[in-house]
Nanobody, 126 residues
């Protein structure tokens, strides 16, 4: 079972940047896991933000394209989310997630992910 722990959240002003990290308990890439970042704002459903496949193919939600970058350091078993030009609407709890890499699924669908971290809060003020 993969265990995930996020860090790096905080409070920033609009236009600022943050980098989130997600430490995994095992070498997710060699174990055949694909990874993703999700977020959930109060009163809203959890939505996919960015995902990365075993072959390093990335997928982004339209709302973050050009501002967020997902990456992974396989040597450190760590997933990252670099967030630039943050906006108040980016305020949410951010979660990392892992799923077996299978084809034919939408990588930003929360339903295909098996393992989740506890989340880290990001707050963007205007």
């Amino acid at each position: 079972q993969v265990q995930l722990m996020e860090s790096g959240g905080g409070s920033v002003q609009s236009g600022g940047s943050l980098t989130l990290s997600c430490a995994a308990s095992e070498y997710t890439r060699s174990s055949g896991y694909c990874m993703g970042w999700f977020r959930q704002a109060p009163g809203k459903t959890r939505e996919g933000v960015a995902a990365i496949s075993g072959g390093e193919i990335t997928t982004y939600a339209d709302s973050v394209k050009g501002r967020f970058t997902i990456s992974r350091d396989n040597a450190k078993n760590t997933l990252y989310l670099q967030m630039n030009d943050l906006k108040p609407e980016d305020t949410a709890m951010y979660y990392c997630a892992a799923r077996p890499c299978t084809s034919g699924v939408w990588p930003l669908s929360r339903d295909v992910y098996h393992y989740w971290g506890q989340g880290t809060q990001v707050t963007v003020s205007s």
